[in-house]
């Protein structure tokens, strides 16, 4: 409890508790988008194509400008973006398979240039490639001046073309009919997700941005069918895994924040999948469960009345009739019973009346009808004469 | 035996053995499952690390890490299975998770150990001589064993379960339906993935291995229409971008398994523009050719309406064209022979009357 009070008075957990919180409401408003548009994997392209760009910058800067370092990894993020526009436009390469070559081929430019810049013996090299995993702990405030920045860009853009970018959403097609640019409203959307990239470049780094970006927007998606809600929601809930991960972090020496804060969002996530009201796994299971269970009743009170109905109801006929052990039969009855719907009769069983009102009931629902009357023969269903 | 042969030979093994398994992947669409797939190996690899106390190269070791790719594949279609999130998300929710567990239990447990994240991310090919065991009596590099094996692994599936690989990937529904099994087919090219990329990660790490499992397949997708030609194709181009990435690299004093995965970009780029099949710039070429082509059949076409030599000059007027299009239409018309000029105009030759009062020309 202590720890959590000491986001307000702690200097640096404070930074880097902002610091992640701003990461998650940015990755989360934009996530929406890239989740309704399934491109779950953008996030990770970007991030990795973003590795070159970090070590240009370095490299034309001469050293650690956070700034330029971001805008720099921006830079070959949205051109790896664009490439793989270019690539699935151009040929018949299924997208999956555009965007991997990119995440490949830029992340191994990125690895060539940062061990010349290694070689090289520039100053103030060492932590550069701590942008791979994220290094939270060096938020200070100037950083989250950046974030503010940077985030601020993608908040009010997402905010000036929300009907916009929900058309093309859900239905790019009929935004193109309306007469929206679509594609260039896609491409601003991928863009807006790279400030959002690059805000996580610093945080969880690299290799985890993805999961910042599509995990909060898929908690959120789980609670609401309405995506301004969503929008909010997926904010929130990259903020407060955003926090968390600081906070644990700072329990302990050697807990990296980046991998916590990857962490507490799948927790929310997977609570969120299980218990939302309405879309949680855990209802359906429930749901599923007690289905199969009235069904397993009513078949077997169904069966139970014939027996009850034309020969005597005990564990044996019951058994017999089922093809099942006698010890199952036994314990099926006995269930019957603590249900009120049969009663112990001399050597066996009877159905209440309770439970032939029930069975009877049933079998009104199933149409089946008495034996007797359930075949009429060929010959007696009237004829029309022409 | 020489340092650079140590290493050329496991860069090949490495970018054969993936480029086989990897052309499957793109064109099942999974070219992304790949990527997940190799990150998060992590885990079972620091698992391995931990239960073998260290020795990395373990066959069960090897096994228990691979596990960690098919525990990534089952969980992400399970997800996807749910309804509640579509397959791509599913995919970029469950590999950070998976590896962020991998990167926690690095610098948790292991920070002072051989395992540190450097090696993790890009590997280090330049070890492969150091690492040396003994088989049959001879001193091999440990990289040629595991990465030959698995490369012969790969080919030895691909070449028993060729035909029905085929079928499953361009038509899952048949062969379902013929009886195949693609859901075995399909765990058992996962699990090779999966085992590839824990075999490559000392040599290329978790991360550049998706390039060498992807770009060269996806080249080759590029460059052919048949299966067989795209597989020896694929296999082609990883080999020639190790053999010129690791030239590169020792010329520039650069990451090696960087260089190569940057040589195999820049070889889908080569693909991209110049591909005989769909190329940027060879559809472009074919484009302007049939445009020329067909401007000079129309030419012919009106000239023969005409039962004089008609002057450039009408021509222009009349079709509205650039001279500098009537130019290369007129050029290609006389090269075809379809055309004479004369000084009172252009006119039609015998063979441009012919095609054009024939409906088929030629």
């Known amino acids: ?386 | 035996m020489s340092a650079d042969l140590v290493i050329v030979l496991t860069a090949i093994l490495v970018s054969t053995a993936a480029a086989l398994v990897g052309v499957f992947m793109v064109l099942r669409r999974m070219a992304l499952m790949a990527d997940a797939i190799s990150h998060a190996v992590l885990p079972g690899i620091v698992l391995a690390f931990w239960l073998t106390s260290g020795d990395r190269a373990s066959l069960p070791a090897l096994l228990g890490a691979a596990s960690a790719g098919l525990v990534t594949v089952t969980l992400v279609e399970w997800l996807t299975r749910t309804g509640r999130v579509k397959n791509d998300a599913a995919m970029g929710i469950v590999f950070p998770a998976l590896f962020g567990l991998g990167v926690l239990a690095i610098s948790l447990f292991y920070r002072d150990v051989h395992l540190d994240l450097d090696a993790v991310l890009y590997g280090e090919i330049a070890f492969a001589p150091f690492n040396l065991m003994e088989l049959w009596g001879q001193q091999i590099p440990e990289s040629w064993v595991v990465m030959g094996s698995l490369t012969a692994l790969n080919l030895l599936f691909i070449t028993l379960f060729y035909k029905e690989l085929k079928l499953s990937t361009f038509d899952p529904g048949l062969a379902a339906a013929l009886g195949f099994v693609p859901g075995v087919l399909h765990y058992a090219l996962m699990a090779l993935v999966s085992l590839t990329s824990v075999g490559a990660f000392q040599s290329v790490g978790a991360i550049l291995i998706v390039a060498f499992l992807i770009i060269p397949p996806a080249t080759a997708y590029l460059l052919t229409q048949r299966l067989p030609l795209m597989i020896v194709l694929a296999v082609g181009v990883g080999v020639v971008s190790s053999l010129a990435g690791y030239a590169l690299a020792i010329w520039l004093d650069a990451s090696i398994a960087g260089m190569m995965a940057a040589v195999a970009g820049v070889c889908f780029a080569l693909a991209f523009f110049f591909s005989p099949l769909e190329g940027l710039l060879t559809t472009h070429l074919r484009r302007e050719r049939q445009r020329t082509e067909f401007a000079a059949r129309l030419l012919i076409a009106h000239l023969a309406h005409h039962d004089r030599p008609v002057s450039e000059q009408e021509v222009l007027e009349e079709f509205g064209w650039n001279p500098q299009f009537l130019r290369r239409a007129r050029e290609k018309a006389l090269r075809a022979g379809w055309l004479e000029a004369s000084s009172q105009g252009l006119r039609p030759t015998n063979s441009g009357f012919a095609f054009s009062q024939s409906p088929r020309p030629e």
Request: hydrophobic share 55%.
């Open chain 1, 1 to 386: 409890m202590d720890l959590w009070l000491q986001i307000f008075t702690d200097y640096t957990l404070r930074s880097v508790s902002i610091g992640s919180a701003l990461l998650g409401v940015i990755g989360g408003a934009l996530g929406a988008f890239a989740l309704l548009r399934r491109q779950g994997m953008l996030g990770d392209v970007l991030a990795h194509a973003a590795l070159p760009g970090l070590v240009i910058a370095f490299m034309l800067a001469g050293m650690k400008v956070p700034l330029t370092l971001l805008i720099g990894g921006g830079i070959t993020g949205w051109l790896a973006a664009m490439l793989v526009m270019a690539v699935i436009r151009n040929t018949r390469l299924p997208e999956d398979s555009a965007l991997g070559v990119m995440l490949g081929s830029f992340f191994g430019l990125g690895v060539v240039l940062l061990t010349f810049v290694q070689q090289r013996g520039y100053p103030d090299q060492a932590g550069l490639d701590k942008y791979i995993f994220g290094q939270a702990a060096s938020i200070i405030t100037a950083d989250l001046v950046n974030f503010v920045l940077l985030g601020g860009i993608a908040i009010i853009c997402v905010a000036l073309f929300y009907k916009e970018f929900k058309l093309i959403s859900f239905d790019p097609a009929y935004a193109a009919s309306l007469g929206l640019p679509v594609r260039e409203l896609s491409i601003l959307l991928t863009s807006l997700t790279v400030l959002a990239v690059m805000v996580g470049l610093q945080t969880v780094g690299v290799v985890l941005m993805a999961a910042m970006l599509i995990a909060p927007a898929a908690a959120a998606r789980q609670w609401t069918d309405r995506l301004d809600r969503m929008i909010l929601l997926s904010g929130l809930f990259g903020a407060v895994a955003g926090v968390s991960g600081a906070v644990i972090s700072a329990t302990r020496e050697h807990l990296p924040t980046g991998p916590l804060i990857i962490l507490s969002i799948s927790v929310i996530l997977l609570v969120s999948l299980m218990f939302a009201p309405l879309r949680g796994l855990v209802w359906d299971w429930r749901r599923t469960y007690q289905n199969r269970r009235r069904m397993r009743l009513q078949r077997l009170l169904l069966d139970a009345h014939l027996l009850h109905n034309h020969q005597n109801l005990s564990a044996q006929t019951l058994a017999l009739h089922r093809r099942e052990p006698l010890a199952v039969a036994q314990k099926q009855l006995e269930e019957l019973r603590s249900l009120g719907w049969a009663e112990p009769w001399r050597q066996g069983y009877a159905l209440t009346l309770a439970g032939e009102q029930k069975a009877h009931q049933l079998e009104q629902a199933m149409r089946i009808l008495p034996r007797a009357s359930q075949a009429q023969p060929l010959g007696s269903i009237p004829r029309e004469t022409p």
